[in-house]
């Protein structure tokens, strides 16, 4: 393990005794192939879909295999979890956002031809000369129009409008203003003053209701590059959400709220907003539980998926409840951008009851043969569920991205923990700083593979790219030097390291892919439960032992001891056990 030294402190970390290990369109959903002789009743889901949940020890890796044909139907695939009842986004000015809709120095400027191809696609769609998935959303002309204002207001030179792009919006300008509707000439040119010849619209707009006028008002600061404090920010997001998905009247314009979502981001998110959206809506389902156990861990993997690798999370968690380190995973059944393979969609398609309360989910943690559970956003902040067809005409992520993965929605009697997934640098900071807000006792930012979770045994490329690399780990936990208590009263250390498992006796193996393959991912994980040894298997010990360890977990002062610890709740049988026990009493809890 590579430890970078913390310029004002450092914190060793137990030094490792390596021993080398061993090389190591819709129809009726596939069942896993399992042999029934050897498996108790199948559990029906809410669905009606059923599947063979409770399995016996015996059970073989080719038992849990799908045939071709099953690989391509569904659930078998992420894509397939996209809900139906979200109209798809226009695909010319979906790939115009992804190039203008990010940060000073990432966006890209079009290219005149084109900046004229979109904006005459967005005049066609105005005029109601396309349909179905040709249109162009509110959301995303809410989201374009932003991302072309905040360039031109607040970016540096080489990322704002290029000469291209002016000749082309000072053609087709003239006719957008008497075409588009007045909350989209707003987020175009709020000040009446990027377009000279135009609109007196954006100077004088100011909303349709009292919602929007809030929200209006902060948008202008955020199309101008400002910032709000967090009142403001807090204000907003309880006024305007849920986003009103059957009856549009009552619902605030989805134009204004994509650009406010996205104008935030481009801006790149103070430390007052981004703590304004994660704690907003804490109470909008009530005050979270209080589990009885003395350790809780809340996982905050990234929730559009994966959809490349292995995604290992929910298996560590069945490992870690074995010796008494209980976890609660949260997410969604999907999520965009990527839309790859979440906890939810392995949970559902193994049976598994995904639409606990937070109460429920205290209760399984609780659980002699549980100690893990799982929650989706759409039962615990319904609110923020309501946003995910938004986000997906947004095209970039927005603050909620990283926002929702540091969230409590049950609390603990004992000590709590966030462990949180990131990719991009310059957020490892501000996610540990909403940590901390948290007032937990430990924390840890990961940069898995697909900025997730899942730390990797591959070794190093020589010829790495510029940023942080791939098990890059910062954090904070309960110290035990006797450093200075913080505010809340707690006494914490921070360390920063990358994480080389080849220290730790893992012999250097490709991360398996799953690519997007919900089943994949499920035979993977379970097969290296039973205790098949190789990637997958390696790949839970290591992301279970060295996350027990950072966090300061009872019985992980010494790596080693913790790795051997992972090891043996699989190799006995009992992380198995566990997961299965949870598909089968996710489904009796109160």
């Known amino acids: 393990m590579k430890l970078l030294l913390n310029p004002d402190r450092i914190y060793p970390l137990t030094s490792p005794a390596p021993a080398k290990l061993p090389a190591v369109k819709t129809t009726k959903p596939p069942l896993l192939q399992l042999n029934p002789a050897k498996y108790h009743r199948p559990i029906r889901r809410r669905c009606g879909l059923t599947i063979n949940a409770v399995m016996t020890d015996s059970m073989k890796t080719e038992d849990f295999s799908l045939n071709e044909e099953d690989s391509v139907r569904n659930p078998a695939l992420s894509t397939t979890y996209r809900r139906s009842d979200i109209p798809r986004p226009n695909k010319t000015v979906l790939e115009a956002q992804g190039r203008v809709c990010t940060g000073p120095t990432q966006t890209k400027p079009l290219t005149e031809e084109q900046a004229r191809k979109v904006l005459d696609t ?28 905040i360039r031109a207001n607040a970016f540096p030179e080489a990322t704002q409008w290029n000469e291209g792009e002016r000749r082309a919006m000072n053609a087709f300008w003239p006719e957008l203003v008497r075409t588009l509707p007045k909350d ?3 987020i175009a040119d709020p000040e009446g003053s990027i377009m000279g010849l135009g609109s007196c619209v954006g100077p004088h707009y100011t909303g349709q209701d009292a919602r929007e006028m809030r929200l209006v008002g902060a948008l202008r600061e955020v199309l101008a590059g400002g910032h709000l404090g967090f009142e403001e920010v807090q204000g907003v997001l309880r006024d305007v959400l849920p986003l009103e998905s059957e009856d549009k009247s009552r619902g605030v314009s989805e134009s204004l709220l994509s650009a406010f979502l996205i104008g935030q981001r481009m801006n790149r998110e103070t430390d007052r907003e981004l703590k304004a959206y994660c704690l907003a809506l804490d109470d909008e389902v009530g005050p979270p539980p ?6 809780l861990t809340h996982y905050g993997e990234p929730y559009d998926g994966n959809t490349r690798f292995f995604r290992s999370t929910l298996f560590v968690a069945a ?3 074995c010796y008494g380190q209980s976890s609660l995973l949260h997410g969604v059944d999907w999520m965009p951008p990527k839309g790859g393979v979440t906890e939810e969609q392995m949970l559902q398609f193994m049976g598994a009851n995904t639409h606990l309360t937070a109460l429920q989910a205290k209760q399984l943690i609780e659980d002699e043969n549980g100690g893990f559970a799982y929650v989706s956003l759409r039962e615990v902040r319904p609110s923020l569920y309501s946003l995910i067809g938004l986000r997906e005409h947004i095209k970039k992520r ?6 929702e993965k540091v969230q409590q929605f049950v609390r603990a009697r004992g000590k709590e923990s966030i462990v949180a997934g990131f990719y991009h640098e310059g957020y490892e900071e501000p996610l540990l700083m909403l940590m901390r807000r948290r007032g937990i006792h430990a924390g840890l930012v990961v940069k898995g593979e697909e900025g997730a979770l899942s730390m990797t045994t591959r070794l190093r490329p020589t010829n790495t790219s510029k940023g942080l690399p791939v098990n890059y780990c910062s954090g904070f936990r309960s110290s035990v030097n006797g450093a200075a208590f913080e505010a809340d009263g707690v006494s914490r250390e921070a360390f920063r390291m990358e994480v080389n498992a080849k220290d730790y006796g893992f012999e250097p193996s490709d991360t398996p892919r799953t690519d997007r393959s919900v089943a994949k991912n499920i035979e993977l994980g379970l097969a290296a439960l039973r205790g098949e040894k190789g990637p997958a298997y390696d790949r839970i010990v290591l992301n279970a032992g060295i996350v027990d360890h950072l966090l300061g977990c009872s019985g992980a002062e010494d790596i080693t001891s913790a790795l051997d610890r992972a090891r043996e709740a699989i190799d006995s049988g009992n992380a198995l056990k566990r997961l299965l026990n949870y598909i089968k009493i996710s489904h009796k809890v109160k």
Do not use: C, H, W, Y
Not at 123 to 146: I, N, T
Not at 290 to 295: L, R
């Open 398 to 403: 927005p603050p909620l991205a990283t926002s």
């Open 184 to 186: 989209v000439i707003f």
């Open 122 to 149: 967005i005049l066609k769609s105005a005029k109601g000369e396309l349909k179905d998935d040709g249109e162009v959303s509110k959301a995303q002309l809410g989201a374009f129009f932003a991302g072309m204002t």
């Open 290 to 295: 209080v589990a009885d156990v003395e350790s």
């Open 319 to 321: 490992v870690r409840s």
